[in-house]
């Protein structure tokens, strides 16, 4: 009875051990998980729209890394590997005894290690809290393997080692080495390249394909012999040139968004690569640089250079997303915007003079008028007086809720109380930010019959239907494609056909661009300082459009596009509706200097009164100055002027041969 009871008991005992060390093992889990953090950690790569490789960034703790499972390997790869480190993988718990024994007793017999009996799961525990080589380092793996195999399984162990396998220098895991030695993903590898990528991890130092070369293909040789017969002769040669950095913009987009892995993008690695070195080859304005954005006619983004110089990604100000002062560039969508509402054609006479609209005269970029001309030849040769008229018509408001709602947003300027300014006519010459992105999508529109819709930068799911937004009529936009297809080449072209060119020039020299849209590609260009100071001798046409041109010789030109032909332009007509052959104004003449209510000091510094000169537009010429009701005596021909007698107030008033007058009050000091 006595033995009956001691069995028993110790019975009890053995379960009740048995039960505790399940939840012992629990706890010790839970309390002391293994760290992934390595393992989370991941790499950005950017690849073209062919696969290339044009950019990248390492991980949070500086390595190329990226996580990938077993499944998107090739398996000539796996079999090798299990062979030749681990051949009991899917036998035993993450430690194998044999091994361990067998690495013992080679100790013992020969007095040093001779191999060291680590599975994968061992060597997995080592690579995510990595750690010297000792007797308590390899009892941790050993306890770290059981649990990572009990936690996570064979394939979960395998996935983590593919993922940080030390390949050379700073990049771990067989995707990342992959990539970067072999230029393919590693679901593909030869016989060759797996027994490359299977010896480096065993001493990824004194292997590295960049300064012991023939070292690794020696050792990879007898990797591949112990496992296999093969006896290939060729065997490959990892390129170790590293990650290049020909798309450091869009790589600093992809990183403040917090992108990682492999992304592929739209563009085309051959025409970015060379984008960046027409970009470079130009000379820069003083202290700054260029920009250009290229878009093909499915709108997809192949070219994005946001700065000639930059060099690595998140370094800079991507000058493709800065909002910056368009110049004249936003004039086309303003005039077409006129026609679409019939107040002007492209044959309709504009004058071309001084004229003040609300207190704003605007004047033309060499200071000079032209006089009467077209509507074509006014957008042709940019001239400023033409554009603000159509502008005024149009109305700056409606302008800007046009291109709101073609999610396209002007950036107007504050007021000094920190407010934001009403807009105003000065947008049609500059007074707004807009990016090149956007810009470059306005463009677009010209060779998509009006329409705009968003440009791409990553592939889209092609039965997608793309959201477009009106922004011309087709008609209009047809009128416009054909007045810019009109405008003069940069100097060194000769001529080129089928494409629709605006420059514009910011004030005071500070932006450059020049605009192209073809039936192939949209081409921008922007030319400046990153800081948005000016530039002396920046212009849009002789800065920013050479780089414009070389751009456009890289752009294959294959058919023309259906939406070329879709809408034909205004044909020249023998007689125009009235309210069509001229543009009108307001009948009544304006007096454009001095100002009215201005305070003007006339007095030189012996005492005695200096002319004052005055200027009128607008009405019928040949005017009459009256100053203080008495007529002005101003000799044909000559600029009129008035010499005041004393300071005082006076009273000047301008007459048109219709009577037709104006007057002003100012004050002489």
Partial sequence: MRDFRLLARNCTLGLLLTSLLPAGLLVADRFNPPDLYR??????????????????????????????????????????????????????????????????????????????GSTLAMQT????????????????????????????????????????????????????????????????????EAALLVTLPRRPAALRPDRHPNTLLNAAQRTLQRATSLRPVAWPTPDTRGVPHDAPELAGHFISAGRNGVVVTTLDARLQRNARQVLANHPAPLRGTFAALIVDHERQIIAWVGGAEHKAPGNAIDAVLAPRSPGSTLKPFVYGMAFEKGWMTPHTRVRDSRLTIGGYAPRDFDHAFRGETTVSEALQLSLNVPAIQALERVGPSRFMDRLSSCSVRLRLPKNPDGTQSAPSLAIVLGGAGISLHDLTMLYAALDHNGYVAPLHHEPTDPKATTSETVLLSSRANADIRTILRGTAPPAGVASWEDVAFKTGTSYGNRDGWAMA???????????????????????GRDTAGPVLADLLSLVSLPHKSASTASAQPHRAVAVLSPALRVLQHGQAPQIIFPRNHAEIESRSSDGTMVPIGLEGSGGHPPYHWYINGTPLNVPPGAQPSWTPDAPGFAHVTLTDVQNAHATIDIRIR
Wanted: charged share 20%; hydrophobic share 35%.
């Fill in 39 to 116: 393992a989370e950690q991941a790499a950005l790569l950017v690849q073209a729209r062919d696969h290339t490789l044009l950019d990248g960034h390492t991980s949070r703790d500086g390595f190329w890394r990226l996580p990938v499972e077993s499944q998107n390997v090739d398996p000539t790869y796996i079999t090798l590997l299990l062979t030749t480190e681990d051949h009991r993988f899917e036998s035993h718990p993450g430690v194998d005894p044999q091994a361990l024994a067998r690495a013992i007793w080679q100790l013992v017999q020969r007095g040093h290690i001779v191999s060291g």
């Fill in 125 to 192: 525990s080592r690579l995510l809290t990595p750690h010297r080589h000792t007797w308590g380092g390899k009892l941790r793996d050993i306890l770290r393997a059981l649990q990572l195999e009990w936690r996570f399984g064979r394939r979960g162990v395998l996935n983590l080692y593919l993922t940080l396998a030390p390949e050379g220098t700073n990049i771990e895991g067989i995707r990342a080495a992959s990539l970067l030695y072999f230029g393919h993903e590693p679901s593909h590898l030869t016989s060759t």
């Fill in 517 to 539: 849209s073809t039936p192939q590609a949209t081409v921008g260009v922007w030319a400046g300082r990153p800081d948005g100071t000016a530039s002396p001798g920046l212009t």
